[in-house]
T-cell receptor, first 114, second 114 residues
Framework: AQSVTQPDIHITVSEGASLELRCNYS??????LFWYVQSPGQGLQLLLK??????LVQGIKGFEAEFKRSQSSFNLRKPSVHWSDAAEYFC????????????FGKGTHLIIQP | NAGVTQTPKFQVLKTGQSMTLQCAQD?????MSWYRQDPGMGLRLIHY???????DQGEVPNGYNVSRSTTEDFPLRLLSAAPSQTSVYFC?????????????FGPGTRLTVT
C-alpha cells in the first residue's frame, strides 16, 4: 500500500528565510505527487503537482518541489517565506491507475517568525 | 462557479443521532470523494464516487453511507453518530478518471459528537 511521510510536524522559519518541507513516499510504480496548503479554518488548496517529465515543478505562491526517485522524496521549497505562508502543508500521493483518492501525509505546521 | 460547497459549516450531534453532510459541485466533475481530517492524522478517505450511481469505500468507511444520484451532489450520511466521528469533513471533486488526482476541496464541515 502507498504511504506518505512528512517527518516534521512543526517547522519555524523567520520571515524572508528559505524553506524546505520534506516528504517521502512509498509506492511501487511512478507516483502522482501533490502538495496542498491549508490555511487556518480553510479547505485545501493545491500548490503544485508532479505526474511525469521535469522533476522540478513550479507551483503557485512562489513554491517549487523536486521529485527524486532515488530518494523517494518530493520536497517543497520556497526561497523566501512571507508571514502569509503560515499554514499547514500536506504532501499526498495517488496511485497511477485507480480512482481511489489520495493518500495524505500527516502534515507539517509552518510557523513564520517576524 | 461556486466550486465545491459544503453545508453545514459546523454541527454538534449527540451520540446516536443521524445526520447528512451535504456536498455539491458546479464544475460538472465526475469524481467526488469525502475525507475526514483528525489532528496529527492528515486526511483519510471515507468514500468516493466515479460517477452518478457509482460509489465505493475508502480507507475509513465504517459508520458512513453515501449515494450519488446526480453528478452535482454527493451527501455523506452518519447513521448513528459516535464520539469517534468528531472530525472535520472535507468533500472534494475532480474532472474525470484521467485527471482524478487534481482534486478541488470544499471548505469543510466541523462535526462534534458529544
Amino acid at each position: 500500500a502507498q504511504s506518505v511521510t512528512q517527518p516534521d510536524i512543526h517547522i519555524t522559519v523567520s520571515e524572508g528565510a528559505s524553506l524546505e518541507l520534506r516528504c517521502n513516499y512509498s509506492y511501487g510504480a511512478t507516483p502522482y505527487l501533490f502538495w496542498y496548503v491549508q490555511s487556518p479554518g480553510q479547505g485545501l488548496q493545491l500548490l503544485l503537482k508532479y505526474f511525469s517529465g521535469d522533476t522540478l515543478v513550479q507551483g503557485i505562491k512562489g513554491f517549487e518541489a523536486e521529485f527524486k526517485r532515488s530518494q523517494s522524496s518530493f520536497n517543497l521549497r520556497k526561497p523566501s517565506v512571507h508571514w502569509s505562508d503560515a499554514a499547514e502543508y500536506f504532501c499526498a500521493v495517488a496511485s497511477g491507475g485507480g480512482a481511489d483518492g489520495l493518500t495524505f501525509g500527516k502534515g507539517t505546521h509552518l510557523i513564520i517568525q517576524p | 462557479n461556486a466550486g465545491v460547497t459544503q453545508t453545514p459549516k459546523f454541527q454538534v450531534l449527540k451520540t446516536g443521532q443521524s445526520m447528512t453532510l451535504q456536498c455539491a459541485q458546479d464544475m460538472n466533475h465526475e469524481y467526488m470523494s469525502w475525507y475526514r481530517q483528525d489532528p496529527g492524522m492528515g486526511l483519510r478517505l471515507i468514500h468516493y464516487s466515479v460517477g452518478a450511481g457509482i460509489t465505493d469505500q475508502g480507507e475509513v468507511p465504517n459508520g458512513y453511507n453515501v449515494s450519488r444520484s446526480t453528478t452535482e451532489d454527493f451527501p455523506l450520511r452518519l447513521l448513528s453518530a459516535a464520539p469517534s466521528q468528531t472530525s472535520v469533513y472535507f468533500c472534494a471533486s475532480s474532472h474525470d478518471g484521467t485527471r482524478t488526482y487534481e482534486q478541488y476541496f470544499g471548505p469543510g464541515t466541523r462535526l462534534t459528537v458529544t
